[in-house]
Protein backbone atom coordinates (compact mmCIF):
# COMPACT_ATOMS: atom_id res chain seq x y z
CA UNK A 1 0.00 0.00 0.00
CA UNK A 2 1.33 3.59 -0.79
CA UNK A 3 2.29 5.77 2.21
CA UNK A 4 -0.31 8.50 0.78
CA UNK A 5 -3.06 5.71 1.75
CA UNK A 6 -1.82 4.24 4.36
CA UNK A 7 -4.22 4.43 7.95
CA UNK A 8 -3.62 7.76 9.77
CA UNK A 9 -2.95 6.09 12.84
CA UNK A 10 -0.05 4.17 11.40
CA UNK A 11 1.15 7.29 9.92
CA UNK A 12 0.98 8.56 13.32
CA UNK A 13 2.92 5.44 15.08
CA UNK A 14 5.73 5.62 12.24
CA UNK A 15 6.14 9.17 12.85
CA UNK A 16 6.21 8.64 16.45
CA UNK A 17 9.13 5.72 16.78
CA UNK A 18 10.93 8.55 14.45
CA UNK A 19 10.70 10.62 17.15
CA UNK A 20 10.98 7.96 19.73
CA UNK A 21 14.10 6.98 17.88
CA UNK A 22 15.74 10.32 17.67
CA UNK A 23 15.31 10.92 21.18
CA UNK A 24 16.60 7.62 22.91
CA UNK A 25 19.52 8.25 20.61
CA UNK A 26 20.52 11.44 21.14
CA UNK A 27 19.59 11.20 24.85
CA UNK A 28 21.76 7.61 25.07
CA UNK A 29 25.01 9.56 23.72
CA UNK A 30 24.46 12.18 25.30
CA UNK A 31 24.41 10.97 28.14
CA UNK A 32 27.21 8.53 27.18
CA UNK A 33 29.70 11.04 27.45
CA UNK A 34 28.72 12.68 30.79
CA UNK A 35 28.87 8.67 32.36
CA UNK A 36 32.00 8.20 30.59
CA UNK A 37 34.02 11.09 31.79
CA UNK A 38 33.49 10.17 35.55
CA UNK A 39 34.05 6.52 34.56
CA UNK A 40 37.32 7.48 33.68
CA UNK A 41 37.74 10.20 36.40
CA UNK A 42 38.23 13.24 34.68
CA UNK A 43 35.26 15.29 34.87
CA UNK A 44 35.83 16.88 38.19
CA UNK A 45 38.51 18.16 38.35
CA UNK A 46 39.75 21.43 41.12
CA UNK A 47 42.85 23.52 40.01
CA UNK A 48 45.39 23.21 42.78
CA UNK A 49 44.94 27.13 43.18
CA UNK A 50 41.92 26.56 44.44
CA UNK A 51 42.69 24.52 47.38
CA UNK A 52 45.00 27.35 48.58
CA UNK A 53 42.52 29.73 48.94
CA UNK A 54 40.07 30.60 51.82
CA UNK A 55 36.95 28.57 51.78
CA UNK A 56 35.13 32.33 51.51
CA UNK A 57 36.92 33.09 48.36
CA UNK A 58 36.55 29.92 46.35
CA UNK A 59 33.68 29.97 44.27
CA UNK A 60 30.54 27.56 45.13
CA UNK A 61 30.97 26.05 41.78
CA UNK A 62 34.28 25.37 42.83
CA UNK A 63 33.19 23.59 45.93
CA UNK A 64 30.91 21.85 44.40
CA UNK A 65 33.15 20.23 42.08
CA UNK A 66 35.49 19.67 44.81
CA UNK A 67 32.85 17.84 46.35
CA UNK A 68 32.03 15.33 43.49
CA UNK A 69 35.21 14.85 42.34
CA UNK A 70 36.91 14.06 46.23
CA UNK A 71 36.89 10.46 45.82
CA UNK A 72 37.46 9.08 42.56
CA UNK A 73 35.31 5.76 43.93
CA UNK A 74 32.36 7.90 44.14
CA UNK A 75 33.01 9.62 40.68
CA UNK A 76 33.33 6.30 39.18
CA UNK A 77 29.69 5.11 40.64
CA UNK A 78 28.19 7.97 39.45
CA UNK A 79 29.63 7.59 36.04
CA UNK A 80 27.60 3.84 36.09
CA UNK A 81 24.02 5.23 37.00
CA UNK A 82 24.35 6.95 33.80
CA UNK A 83 26.42 4.51 31.88
CA UNK A 84 24.28 1.72 32.11
CA UNK A 85 20.89 3.76 31.20
CA UNK A 86 23.27 5.09 28.07
CA UNK A 87 23.28 1.95 26.89
CA UNK A 88 20.32 0.96 27.35
CA UNK A 89 18.42 3.56 25.80
CA UNK A 90 20.43 2.87 22.32
CA UNK A 91 18.72 -0.77 22.22
CA UNK A 92 15.15 -0.93 20.90
CA UNK A 93 14.42 -3.71 23.06
CA UNK A 94 15.62 -2.28 26.32
CA UNK A 95 15.51 2.11 25.74
CA UNK A 96 12.55 1.68 28.20
CA UNK A 97 14.20 0.25 31.07
CA UNK A 98 17.44 2.85 30.51
CA UNK A 99 14.37 5.54 30.09
CA UNK A 100 13.21 4.73 33.54
CA UNK A 101 16.43 4.29 35.17
CA UNK A 102 18.13 7.63 33.53
CA UNK A 103 15.05 10.14 34.94
CA UNK A 104 15.65 10.15 38.73
CA UNK A 105 19.24 10.63 37.69
CA UNK A 106 18.67 13.55 35.70
CA UNK A 107 16.43 14.94 37.77
CA UNK A 108 18.93 14.69 40.87
CA UNK A 109 21.72 16.57 37.63
CA UNK A 110 19.36 19.58 36.63
CA UNK A 111 18.22 19.96 40.54
CA UNK A 112 21.62 20.35 41.31
CA UNK A 113 22.95 22.69 38.89
CA UNK A 114 20.44 24.95 39.57
CA UNK A 115 21.02 24.71 43.08
CA UNK A 116 24.28 25.18 42.94
CA UNK A 117 24.15 27.88 40.39
CA UNK A 118 26.33 25.78 38.36
CA UNK A 119 27.64 27.18 34.55
CA UNK A 120 24.66 28.43 32.19
CA UNK A 121 25.72 25.92 29.51
CA UNK A 122 25.42 22.85 32.02
CA UNK A 123 21.84 24.06 32.90
CA UNK A 124 20.82 24.04 29.15
CA UNK A 125 22.36 20.86 28.19
CA UNK A 126 20.63 19.03 31.25
CA UNK A 127 17.60 20.79 30.69
CA UNK A 128 17.21 19.86 27.23
CA UNK A 129 18.64 16.05 28.36
CA UNK A 130 15.69 15.87 31.19
CA UNK A 131 13.19 17.43 28.20
CA UNK A 132 14.13 14.14 26.21
CA UNK A 133 13.81 12.12 29.05
CA UNK A 134 10.22 13.30 29.84
CA UNK A 135 9.43 12.53 26.35
CA UNK A 136 10.48 9.36 26.71
CA UNK A 137 8.07 8.29 29.59
CA UNK A 138 5.51 10.15 28.38
CA UNK A 139 5.67 7.95 25.23
CA UNK A 140 5.23 4.87 26.76
CA UNK A 141 3.16 5.74 30.39
CA UNK A 142 0.81 3.46 30.24
CA UNK A 143 3.55 0.34 30.60
CA UNK A 144 4.84 2.28 33.20
CA UNK A 145 1.33 2.45 34.78
CA UNK A 146 0.89 -1.01 34.37
CA UNK A 147 4.11 -1.75 35.66
CA UNK A 148 3.37 0.38 38.85
CA UNK A 149 0.08 -1.88 38.72
CA UNK A 150 1.67 -5.17 39.39
CA UNK A 151 4.71 -3.22 41.28
CA UNK A 152 1.98 -1.78 43.90
CA UNK A 153 -0.78 -4.37 44.65
CA UNK A 154 -3.48 -3.57 46.66
CA UNK A 155 -3.09 -5.92 50.08
CA UNK A 156 -4.89 -9.38 50.81
CA UNK A 157 -7.45 -8.15 53.92
CA UNK A 158 -7.26 -10.03 57.26
CA UNK A 159 -9.72 -12.59 57.99
CA UNK A 160 -9.86 -11.21 61.43
CA UNK A 161 -11.84 -7.81 60.87
CA UNK A 162 -10.27 -6.65 64.33
CA UNK A 163 -6.65 -7.12 62.97
CA UNK A 164 -8.03 -5.66 59.85
CA UNK A 165 -8.78 -2.17 61.52
CA UNK A 166 -5.98 -2.47 64.07
CA UNK A 167 -3.63 -2.69 60.91
CA UNK A 168 -5.21 0.30 59.17
CA UNK A 169 -4.86 2.24 62.31
CA UNK A 170 -1.59 1.32 63.02
CA UNK A 171 -0.31 2.19 59.36
CA UNK A 172 -2.17 5.67 59.72
CA UNK A 173 -0.68 6.48 63.65
CA UNK A 174 2.51 4.82 63.68
CA UNK A 175 4.15 7.91 61.34
CA UNK A 176 2.00 10.65 62.42
CA UNK A 177 3.36 9.68 66.16
CA UNK A 178 7.00 8.99 64.76
CA UNK A 179 7.30 12.78 63.05
CA UNK A 180 5.45 13.90 66.41
CA UNK A 181 7.56 12.48 68.88
CA UNK A 182 10.80 13.69 66.51
CA UNK A 183 8.99 17.20 66.23
CA UNK A 184 8.54 17.63 70.08
CA UNK A 185 11.22 16.25 71.45
CA UNK A 186 14.20 17.25 68.92
CA UNK A 187 12.83 19.81 66.39
CA UNK A 188 11.10 22.22 68.54
CA UNK A 189 13.28 22.67 71.40
CA UNK A 190 16.13 23.14 68.60
CA UNK A 191 13.93 25.46 66.83
CA UNK A 192 13.35 27.73 70.07
CA UNK A 193 17.43 27.65 70.54
CA UNK A 194 18.21 28.49 67.28
CA UNK A 195 16.17 31.57 67.61
CA UNK A 196 17.25 33.16 70.64
CA UNK A 197 20.77 33.08 68.55
CA UNK A 198 19.18 33.94 65.19
CA UNK A 199 20.15 37.54 64.91
CA UNK A 200 23.92 36.60 65.21
CA UNK A 201 24.18 33.24 63.19
CA UNK A 202 21.06 34.04 60.71
CA UNK A 203 18.46 31.39 60.41
CA UNK A 204 20.53 28.49 59.63
CA UNK A 205 24.42 28.47 59.92
CA UNK A 206 25.54 28.24 56.38
CA UNK A 207 26.75 30.13 53.27
CA UNK A 208 29.03 32.75 55.97
CA UNK A 209 26.16 33.47 58.23
CA UNK A 210 28.00 34.19 61.67
CA UNK A 211 30.92 36.13 60.02
CA UNK A 212 30.85 39.87 61.12
CA UNK A 213 33.20 42.39 60.13
CA UNK A 214 34.69 44.43 62.88
CA UNK A 215 33.94 48.33 62.58
CA UNK A 216 35.30 49.13 66.36
CA UNK A 217 36.40 47.93 69.50
CA UNK A 218 36.39 50.43 72.90
CA UNK A 219 37.21 49.70 76.00
CA UNK A 220 37.23 51.50 78.56
CA UNK A 221 36.92 54.61 76.61
CA UNK A 222 40.52 53.24 74.74
CA UNK A 223 39.78 51.99 71.07
CA UNK A 224 41.18 48.35 70.80
CA UNK A 225 43.06 48.36 67.21
CA UNK A 226 43.54 45.65 64.75
CA UNK A 227 44.17 44.36 61.11
CA UNK A 228 41.51 46.21 58.78
CA UNK A 229 39.90 42.97 57.77
CA UNK A 230 39.68 42.10 61.69
CA UNK A 231 36.30 39.85 61.75
CA UNK A 232 34.27 37.99 64.59
CA UNK A 233 32.29 34.78 64.41
CA UNK A 234 29.47 33.60 66.07
CA UNK A 235 28.30 29.75 65.79
CA UNK A 236 25.39 27.85 66.85
CA UNK A 237 27.60 26.06 69.35
CA UNK A 238 27.70 29.03 71.29
CA UNK A 239 31.36 29.86 70.42
CA UNK A 240 32.17 33.05 69.58
CA UNK A 241 35.83 33.78 68.00
CA UNK A 242 37.83 37.12 66.96
CA UNK A 243 40.68 37.22 64.29
CA UNK A 244 42.78 40.17 63.35
CA UNK A 245 45.96 39.54 61.35
CA UNK A 246 47.50 36.24 62.99
CA UNK A 247 45.95 37.28 66.30
CA UNK A 248 43.21 34.79 66.83
CA UNK A 249 40.80 33.89 70.09
CA UNK A 250 38.07 31.38 70.65
CA UNK A 251 35.84 32.04 73.58
CA UNK A 252 32.10 31.83 73.92
CA UNK A 253 28.70 33.31 74.54
CA UNK A 254 25.39 33.42 75.59
CA UNK A 255 22.53 35.32 73.65
CA UNK A 256 18.58 36.26 74.12
CA UNK A 257 17.07 37.42 70.91
CA UNK A 258 14.04 38.55 73.23
CA UNK A 259 16.39 40.37 75.82
CA UNK A 260 18.45 41.69 73.59
CA UNK A 261 21.07 40.82 75.91
CA UNK A 262 24.64 38.95 74.75
CA UNK A 263 27.19 37.66 77.45
CA UNK A 264 30.56 36.67 76.27
CA UNK A 265 33.29 34.74 78.16
CA UNK A 266 37.19 33.87 77.41
CA UNK A 267 37.18 35.69 74.05
CA UNK A 268 40.35 37.67 74.23
CA UNK A 269 40.03 41.54 73.23
CA UNK A 270 42.85 43.96 73.50
CA UNK A 271 44.94 41.42 76.11
CA UNK A 272 41.99 40.79 78.04
CA UNK A 273 40.02 37.90 78.14
CA UNK A 274 37.38 38.69 80.71
CA UNK A 275 33.49 38.34 80.52
CA UNK A 276 31.36 41.15 78.72
CA UNK A 277 28.00 41.47 79.63
CA UNK A 278 25.98 43.60 77.24
CA UNK A 279 22.97 44.35 75.41
CA UNK A 280 22.40 44.79 71.75
CA UNK A 281 20.71 46.06 68.97
CA UNK A 282 20.62 45.24 65.20
CA UNK A 283 19.81 47.83 62.58
CA UNK A 284 20.21 46.15 59.36
CA UNK A 285 23.52 44.83 58.63
CA UNK A 286 24.95 46.30 61.54
CA UNK A 287 25.50 44.95 65.44
CA UNK A 288 26.09 47.38 67.41
CA UNK A 289 27.16 45.48 71.51
CA UNK A 290 27.36 47.70 74.64
CA UNK A 291 27.52 46.52 78.10
CA UNK A 292 30.39 46.15 80.10
CA UNK A 293 33.89 44.11 81.03
CA UNK A 294 35.25 44.12 84.70
CA UNK A 295 33.37 47.76 85.24
CA UNK A 296 34.66 49.40 82.45
CA UNK A 297 32.19 50.02 79.25
CA UNK A 298 32.55 48.34 75.72
CA UNK A 299 31.40 49.31 72.65
CA UNK A 300 31.41 46.83 69.82
CA UNK A 301 30.34 47.52 66.29
CA UNK A 302 30.12 44.66 63.89
CA UNK A 303 28.81 44.81 60.17
CA UNK A 304 27.45 41.38 58.40
CA UNK A 305 29.62 39.94 55.85
CA UNK A 306 28.54 38.30 52.87
CA UNK A 307 25.60 36.01 54.36
CA UNK A 308 24.63 33.85 51.66
CA UNK A 309 21.22 32.03 50.84
CA UNK A 310 19.74 31.24 54.71
CA UNK A 311 16.09 29.98 53.73
CA UNK A 312 14.36 28.97 50.57
CA UNK A 313 14.51 31.25 47.93
CA UNK A 314 16.58 33.87 50.00
CA UNK A 315 19.50 35.92 48.99
Known amino acids: MPLSEAHPASRNSRVLTVFITIARYLLGLGILIYGISKL ?3 QFQVSAWSY ?3 MSQVSGRMLAWAFLGYEPWFQFLLGVFETIPGLLLLSRRTWRLGALLLLP ?3 NVVLMNFALDLWHDTKVISCLLLSMNLFLVA ?3 QRYRSFLKVLLPAPRPF ?3 RIQIAATVASVLVPVVTMGCFWFIGMMPANRAMAQIADLVGTRQINGAGTWGVDRIIMGGQVIPGAPDRKMYFDIFMQCGYQSGLEKSLGSYTASRDKHSLNITGLTLGQDSSPIIAN ?7 LTIEGQRSGHPVEIVLRRLNWGPLLPFSR
Open 40 to 42: TNI
Open 52 to 54: AQP
Open 105 to 107: VML
Open 139 to 141: CDF
Open 159 to 161: LNG
Open 280 to 286: YSLQGKT
